[in-house]
């Protein structure tokens, strides 16, 4: 077994919220472990609210956990995220440079990339056009045609597989399968157990901001599921 490139130790991560009287900690991760190493390809399920995309923002750095441990490897991790950072009055050239750096791009390396990104969002004229005059399905395009430029070690997804209309939808899903199949670890958030199966060679199932339970993909969708039939008492911590 070779080491961990990423590993969490009983991690939480804790906002604060507002209360009709004062306020308080929400903690949307309590208690979660989990290791991943290199080449790894780990599907996430759990309900809404369970705190699937504030673990990734905290693998991604984004977050720094309240308590417990992460420990990463000198590994670059990249949450895809659409629309990172857009600017309603900026332009999609415009919002694209921007976007860009937000995703840990150099603007060298992201002004380097505009003509990818230009034709594969299929924006034509509208890529130098204000962005408030884009409908939601040019900004989902001109928001993954950016992403998709990220090349990191680690790739983070966070339910983006169905992005514009069917033609486009086609497009980037052949685009994000390349990525995934590249050998490229990954940590993958879906409701779709087809998904899981597909890409996923390990899953983890989290519920009230805890693991429950980690492990081959067919016993955490079962168990999974089996706690959803039986209701919301059999999942609580």
Known sequence: MSEPIIRLDNVGVAFNAQLRV?????WAL???SLTLERGERLGVVGRNGSGKSTLLRTIAGIITPDRGRLTRAPVSCQLLSLALGFVPHLSGRDNAVLSGLMLGLRRREIVRC???ILEFSELGDFFDQPISSYSTGMLMRLGFSVAI??????LLIDEVLAVGDAEFQQKSGAALRERINSGKTIVFVSHGDAQIRQICDRALWIEHGRSMLEGEVDDVLAAYHAALQAGPAAASP
């Open 114 to 116: 505009l003509p990818a």
């Open 22 to 26: 004062g306020s308080s900690r929400f």
């Open 30 to 32: 309590e208690d979660v």
């Open 149 to 154: 430029q990220v090349d990191p070690d680690v």
